[in-house]
């Protein structure tokens, strides 16, 4: 397998790596960079556990190869945080008790996260539709969605 | 029964945050998969049957021996063992032959994943085509094919039946009162059959084991486990191996809800390790390994015969369940148990008559999901109860507040009934939902309707099932908390910790669950399931607390020349009430206290140790199915939910569920509020949506594509929670567990509504679209 040199910012740090051409984001992130708070729960772009920002835009990152980040710019949840401060919406998490087993979370935080960014004051629908491609089987939505509405201020 | 003294309490009741959420939303909560092994990590890939029953002649591993990266292969051979939990049906890899699509037939130890896929394609069986049953009514009828020839020589559990040279691996038997007699007495009579799928669990983590053979012997396994000490156990019995030399270490679960309970593929990685000694071996299941290849939730044809007097009072129940417990039955007998000494529902019957029938097919492997046969059994028992109140002209609520079961009333196992507020539940979601009240729809072609269903479960379990605990000190007066129960996501580090600080008189920052749960370092606990941590391991985690405290209460009386009952311990410090003396916790948990005079130094480490075991626990008589304290307990509840049908596309939308459910005492309120929403939503997505499809033993729909799971989009907007609290007298504070029976009502209590709304019944769940929609075009 061809392996390639890549160069990309993940949390603010630039990282130069060599992968592999089949190898996604989620194994570079997970396997390479022991970044392990993006979870792989399908593999296959059905559940949201691997979302990721790829350039400010939420991506499923079990979908995206390695190579196609070369020279992006990737936040993960190990990057949510700033100054030893939560982004407003861990903390809301945590306040709303929007947190289970915490297996969808970082996925949830990186979706509502690219959500925020765009539409700093979501409807409570915009939020539902905005999460609808993060399966979360602990929680009942409820309290994320309100998580999400908190934070949003 | 006698009254509880309600207990003034700091810590426990009130909803403190979850002592892993601040890890969980930064990503540092480390999950199995998550587990840094460098180089030295070898990968393992299982080669199934693609057969849902077949005899295997041979197994051709030469071509894939060759293959860059495969280090080794096992199969069968390497695993002779017997493994289950209440009866050992099963082995690690399938031996002579497979019995269900999925059985693990040879496993491939490779340097990559990519590797051990390859290596695993390339290795060729030959199977001979065995006849298959796929329904567990034909499987139990004379001349079906026989999936177990050998089960009259298993290891079986003594209060399970089996039935050798048969299909029925468990048949539990109610017999109580004159069910003939009392059904002569009866005005009205209905009969029904109620049939419930298979699902699946679908935690967003599926399955990973990784497994290290030290050169010792010893073998390490780290996995996503409900039950590290019953894989210790389970794991060693089949690999004939001493239990102490298996070390399991369980990290947090990225959700389970039963099926990381027992052992199902945590024994390949262990006996691919064994291959390669040093080396840690990884197993990790994918996404469509998960949908059948650990365990699903048993499917059930319940066959029910029902009858009341004309004033609406319930004499007589008579039920057959049929339970499709899948090719191998080891865990699943027990919800046959469980299902049959619960056959009632929440209600007093005086007479009734039960046979529940534990029956292999060869459909995937059944196995314990959050209800334990409750859901199922209360899809068929919720909506007979809601027909006889109609047949009788009664209201629905009315009708269930005459029948439901009481406290002093005898339960259908035989037990008297203890303290219980399920008719508070009953009133509180009536209240919640506006019963009675009928809002018009919100369009010309929707429907609008509501239903109720209430439920009970107790934890079904061995009555030796046991709980440990420790408390052990740091320097500056902290403490860590040793618990042998998993955090799963319900919050039972948290409730654990709460009640440690109440009792020891510190704040909730000063204590540390000591985790992972690791077998060597970590107290005993039976398996994380049953919803019995809260009640079972708080018990435990109490009276360490309590034995550490008076350690310490005796140890300051001591040096100040005070009785212990004048003491007390309070923000970290221990006080005297006399005296108006305190001394930090941090000067004397560790290093004791010099005595007056510095004349001599007393004390030294506290240790406080709990345990506990609900020792009084009674068999239940093979006949009848009666005894006297046959479970624990009870913990009951209630649902009502509104929701409106679109006559267009046959969609069912939740508007509003009311949930009421008695857990004795709420340590975290807010926790519990979380438990029942998740579970509400979770029954709804069962009754709604799922099912895995089968066919001929063959899934069809094992992705999440296929297999849809409740989103953001289908969820109810507003669940109304309510907690009521009647003390249990074997519980911490009085609580009593809640994790699993808030899905048990909402499946038959939307059914209940839906047919409010187009006056029509479903015998068979989910309730798809797809579904109503014909049967509203049938029906027009
Ligand atoms: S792991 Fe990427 S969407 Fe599920
Ligand atoms: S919290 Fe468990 S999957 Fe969302």
């Keep these: ?153 | 029964m006698m009254g509880r003294q309600v207990e003034q309490t700091r810590v426990v009741g009130t909803s403190v945050p979850r002592v892993d959420a601040l890890e969980k939303v930064t990503g540092a909560a480390r999950f199995t998969d998550d587990l840094q092994f460098g180089p030295d990590l070898l990968f393992g890939r299982v080669v199934r049957s693609p057969h849902a029953h077949a005899r295997i002649v041979s197994i051709d591993t030469a071509a894939a021996l060759q293959m860059p990266g495969v280090r080794a292969i096992i199969t069968g051979a390497d695993t002779p063992g017997f493994i289950g939990l209440y009866l050992r049906d099963r082995h690690i890899l399938a031996t002579d032959r497979v019995r269900q699509v999925g059985d693990p037939v040879a496993g491939v130890i490779a340097s990559t994943e990519q590797a051990a896929e390859d290596g695993a394609r390339a290795i060729r069986v030959e199977y001979e085509l065995l006849p298959g049953v796929f329904d567990p009514f034909e499987a139990v009828q004379a001349g079906a094919p026989l999936i177990h020839p050998d089960l009259g020589s298993y290891d079986v559990a003594s209060f399970l039946y089996p039935r050798p040279g048969t299909n029925i691996s468990h048949h539990f038997r109610i017999r109580k009162g004159d069910v003939d007699g009392a059904f002569g007495r009866c005005d009205t009579i209905l009969e029904d059959t109620y049939r419930a799928p298979q699902i699946q669990h679908v935690p967003i983590e599926t399955h990973v084991a990784i497994a290290r053979w030290e050169q010792t012997g010893e073998v390490t396994l780290w996995s996503a486990t409900q039950s590290p000490f019953a894989q210790r156990s389970m794991i060693a019995a089949a690999m004939g191996i001493e239990p102490g030399n298996v070390r399991v270490i369980g990290n947090y679960i990225g959700g389970g809800f039963g099926c990381k309970a027992g052992v199902t593929m945590e024994g390949l990685a262990v006996a691919m390790a064994r291959r390669v000694p040093g080396r840690p071996v990884k197993v990790r299941l994918t996404r469509e390994e998960e949908f059948f290849c650990s365990f699903v939730r048993q499917a059930l044809v319940a066959k029910v015969k029902i009858g009341a007097t004309r004033e609406g009072k319930v004499l007589a129940l008579q039920v057959e369940y049929y339970w499709d417990g899948g090719a191998y039955t080891e865990y699943g007998t027990n919800i046959t148990r469980a299902a049959g000494y619960s056959s009632t529902g929440p209600y007093f019957v005086p007479s009734v008559m039960t046979d529940s029938y534990c029956v292999y097919t060869n459909n995937p492997t059944g196995g314990p999901m959050r209800g334990f046969g409750m859901p199922e059994i209360h899809w068929s028992i919720e909506q007979v109860m809601d027909r006889l109140a109609e047949k009788l002209g009664m209201d629905r609520v009315q009708f269930r507040l005459l029948n439901c079961i009481r406290e002093g009333q005898e339960t259908v196992s035989g037990m008297t009934m203890h303290a219980t507020g399920l008719s508070q539940c009953i009133k509180r979601v009536a209240k919640d939902i506006q019963w009675g009240e009928k809002e018009p729809p919100s369009a010309p072609h929707k429907l609008r309707g509501k239903g109720i269903a209430i439920m009970w479960k107790a934890p079904a379990m061995p009555r030796n099932a046991a709980s440990e605990a420790w408390v052990v000190f740091n320097e500056d007066g902290t403490f860590n908390l040793g618990v042998g129960g998993q955090e799963l996501g319900q919050g039972s580090f948290t409730v654990a910790a709460q009640m440690a600080a109440e009792v020891l008189g510190v704040p909730m920052d000063r204590v540390r669950v000591a985790r992972p749960v690791d077998t060597r370092y970590s107290p005993y606990e039976w398996q994380t399931v049953a919803s019995r941590l809260t009640w079972s391991m708080g018990n435990a985690v109490r009276a360490a607390a309590t034995d550490a405290r008076k350690q310490i209460l005796d140890l300051v009386g001591r040096c100040w020349g005070e009785t212990p009952a004048d003491l007390d311990i309070r923000n970290g410090e221990v006080i005297s009430y006399k005296s108006e003396r305190s001394v930090g916790l941090d000067k004397l948990v560790i290093c004791g206290l010099s005595m007056p005079g510095d004349r001599e130094l007393i004390g030294g480490p506290i240790m406080g140790r709990g345990r506990f075991m609900p020792t009084y626990v009674t068999d239940l008589d093979k006949e009848t199915g009666q005894g006297t304290h046959g479970m624990v307990h009870y913990t009951t509840g209630a649902e009502a939910v509104e929701l409106e049908v679109d006559t267009a596309t046959g969609q069912v939308e939740v508007l509003r569920v009311a949930a009421a459910f008695d857990v004795g005492k709420a340590i975290n309120p807010e926790l519990v509020k979380a438990q029942i929403e998740g579970g509400v939503v979770q029954g709804m997505s069962s009754g709604l949506f799922e099912a895995l499809r089968l066919k001929n033993g063959e899934p069809l729909n094992s992705s999440f594509v296929d297999y849809r799971i409740v989103t953001t989009l289908d969820a109810p907007q507003e669940i109304i929670t309510a907690v009521v609290e009647t003390a249990q007298d074997d519980g911490p504070w009085g609580a009593r567990g809640v994790g699993e029976h808030t899905m048990v009502p909402t499946a038959p209590a939307i059914a209940n509504a839906i047919y409010d709304a187009i006056g029509i019944r479903f015998n068979e769940m989910p309730l798809t679209a797809e579904k109503i929609y014909l049967a509203l075009a049938h029906k027009a």
């Design chain 1, 1 to 153: 397998m061809a392996t390639h040199s890549i160069t990309l910012t993940v949390n603010g740090a630039k990282e130069q790596v060599d992968v592999a051409s089949n190898w996604t984001l989620l194994q570079l992130l997970r396997d390479r960079l022991a970044l392990t708070g993006t979870k792989n729960g399908c593999s296959a772009g059905e559940c949201g556990a691997c979302t990721v920002l790829l350039n400010g835009e939420p991506v499923n990152s079990c979908l995206v190869l390695a190579v196609e980040a070369d020279g992006a710019n990737v936040v993960t949840v190990e990057g949510l945080a700033h100054d030893g401060q939560l982004d407003p919406l861990q903390q809301a998490f945590i306040d709303e008790g929007a947190v289970q087993c915490g297996f969808c979370t970082p996925g949830m935080l990186l979706s509502a996260r690219a959500l925020l960014t765009r539409n700093p004051h979501p409807s409570e629908r915009e939020i539902r539709q905005a999460l609808v491609g993060n399966l979360c089987r602990c929680t009942g939505y409820a309290r994320i969605v309100r998580a999400v509405q908190k934070a949003a201020g």
